[in-house]
Every structure is written in C-alpha cells, then in structure tokens.
C-alpha cells in the first residue's frame, strides 16, 4: 500500500493540473472540470477499496 500511496498523490496532482488547464487556457466549462475531477475521485476510491479488500483477503488466506 506504501507504492500505491505515493502514485494516488501524483495521480491528485496531474487531475487537478490538467483541469486547472483545460479551464483556463483552452476554455472549457468549469462543469466539465470539475465533473473529470468528481469521476477521479469516484475512480480513485472505488479501486482503492477492491484493492485493501484483496488485500485483506490476502492476509486472510495465509493465516
């Protein structure tokens, strides 16, 4: 999980920078910026839940 920490907070990074972009130099609607940043933080939750579940499930099975 220590890996996957560190590339969360670049992927956070790159979303908000590329948004922060869109909107102000090639003009697109504030609503779709902020829609792409809403579905990263669906996305980003979403598949860090299935992976502390398989890791979960891991630790359960070696035991």
């Known amino acids: 999980m220590k890996y996957l920490k560190s590339f969360l907070a670049f992927e956070w990074i790159t979303i908000i920078g590329a ?4 909107y102000t130099r090639w003009d697109f609607p ?3 910026c902020i829609s792409i940043v809403v579905l990263g933080i669906i996305l980003t939750l979403y598949f860090t839940k299935k992976y502390e579940k398989n890791e979960e499930q891991k630790t359960l ?3």
């Open 19 to 22: 948004s922060t972009v869109l």
């Open 61 to 63: 099975d070696n035991v």
């Open 30 to 32: 504030l609503s779709v």
